[in-house]
Every structure is written in C-alpha cells, then in structure tokens.
C-alpha cells in the first residue's frame, strides 16, 4: 500500500506563514511529480503548486510570489511554505503524488488526507 499523509495545518493572521508537509510512505518505486491543491467551502478543488522530481516548479497565480513548493526526495516528502497569508488562502490543502509501486510498470495518483487552513485575525 501508498500512503500520503500531510500535516503543518492550523490557523494563522492574515500576513502569517505556515509550512505544510507531506510524506509518502509503502511500497514505492519511484515518485514523479508532487503537488499541492487546495477546496475551500462551496468551490472546486484547484491546483496551488507543483513541482516535477528534476525540481521544476508550477504555480497558480494567485500564489505566486508567496508560496514556495519544495521536496526532499531522500526523505519522500513535499513542502509548502506559505507566506503572507490572506484569508482567501483559507482551504484544506491536499498533497498529492504520481507514484509507481514495485509491483506495477505505471504511475498513479495517490492523495493525502487533507490538512485544514485558515487565515483568519
């Protein structure tokens, strides 16, 4: 089995920072892309940052600038690093990764359990 689990959630002021992390633990081959999304109440799940196993970064643009996605791939594990935070980043943010599992010859996503933000004086 695959497991993702997230944590660094929490409330903070509206300016504050938070770090999120994420560690993929089982029986895992290889992990290509990680990623952050996030669903706030009442919208859609959207990307907020990804981030390829070469280092290559993508983000939405209402993060960039303030958010930093980074990975340790000894450790199989994704970072967030948000700052100035608005209380429209207020979401649980889920981490997400392309995994390949030694029994298999292809990749698929796995998810995290979600870990609740809020921005809010």
């Known amino acids: 089995q695959v497991q993702l689990v997230g944590s660094g959630g929490g409330l903070v002021q509206p300016g504050g920072s938070l770090r999120l992390s994420c560690v993929a633990s089982?029986?895992?081959?290889?992990?290509?892309?990680m990623g952050w999304y996030r669903q706030a109440p009442g919208k859609q799940r959207e990307l907020v940052a990804t981030?390829?196993?070469?280092?290559?970064?993508n983000y939405a643009d209402s993060v960039k600038g303030r958010f930093t996605i980074s990975r340790d791939n000894a450790k199989r594990t994704v970072y967030l690093q948000m700052n100035s935070l608005k209380p429209e980043d207020t979401a649980v943010y889920y981490c997400?990764?392309?995994?390949?599992?030694?029994?298999?010859?292809?990749?698929?996503?796995?998810w995290g359990q979600g870990t609740q933000v809020t921005v809010s004086s």
């Open positions: 089982g029986s895992i081959f290889s992990i290509n892309a």
């Open positions: 981030i390829t196993s070469g280092g290559s970064t």
């Open positions: 997400t990764a392309e995994i390949r599992r030694y029994s298999t010859s292809w990749s698929k996503d796995y």
